[in-house]
């Protein structure tokens, strides 16, 4: 079956540094969703990804949908300690498939 | 209502007692999830329904979890004879379209614990 692998698992950054978040996917998807998760709360939706290719910014946060719509990423230019939560990518052409997650720890 | 609400927000039972989550979605939403949650995991797709009909059932851990969704709206999970392992955050998510094309919207989830 469908399988969506997130690294790296832990990310600890000192505040203002940026920060990474990779997703591939076994096979090829038809749009990939990013969610982020804070402690103790629940996945809030951050943006979809549909052609390939497509890059979007929201502020500090850069996505990219891979050529071959099979890879992803999210980067974090200079971390703000309000960005600590999990980062989850969702793939699937049906069915979401949500990657492990990346947790990021931000240190003042 | 102002998003997906679930019931309840803790449930705490015996080692082979069955237990009924419950779900509801954003009034309108056409796709409804569940997901298991377990601590310091991702989330592990259980089962979806577009409308009242469950497409995919293949995400169901065993024949203990069954689940229902009754006039396109709230939804019930069930676990019969529960385990130890079933001890997770169960989560439930609505889309306003189906197919995994739309935002999903989270619930606060239910955390059981089973002893």
């Known amino acids: 079956g469908q399988q969506v692998m997130q690294i790296p698992q832990y990310q600890h950054v000192q505040e203002g540094e940026d920060f990474t978040t990779y997703c591939n996917s076994s096979t090829t998807l038809s749009n990939i969703q990013w969610y982020k998760q804070r402690p103790g709360g629940h996945p809030v939706f951050l943006i979809q990804?549909?052609?390939?290719?497509e890059v979007k910014k929201q502020k500090r946060l850069t996505f990219q949908f891979g050529e071959a719509k099979k890879n992803s990423s999210l980067h974090i230019t200079a971390t703000q300690t309000t960005d600590v939560g999990t980062y989850f990518c969702?793939?699937?052409?049906?069915?979401?498939?949500f990657g492990r997650g990346t947790s990021l720890i931000v240190h003042p | 209502g102002a998003g997906v609400s679930q019931s309840p927000s803790n449930k705490v039972t015996e080692k082979g007692k069955d237990v009924e989550l419950r779900c509801d979605p954003i009034s309108g939403h056409t796709a409804l999830y569940w997901y298991r949650q377990s601590l310091g995991q991702g989330l592990e797709f259980l089962i979806y329904?577009?409308?009242?009909?469950?497409?995919?059932k293949s995400g169901l851990p065993s024949d203990r979890f069954s689940a229902e969704r009754t006039g396109g709206s709230v939804s019930t999970l069930t676990i019969q004879r529960t385990q130890q392992e079933d001890s997770a955050v169960y989560l439930c998510?609505?889309?306003?379209?189906?197919?995994?094309?739309?935002?999903?919207?989270f619930g606060p989830g239910t955390r059981l614990t089973v002893l």
């Open positions: 998510a609505s889309s306003r379209l189906s197919g995994f094309v739309d935002t999903q919207y």
């Open positions: 329904f577009q409308g009242n009909s469950a497409p995919d």
């Open positions: 990804l549909v052609k390939s290719g």
């Open positions: 969702v793939g699937g052409s049906y069915i979401p498939t």
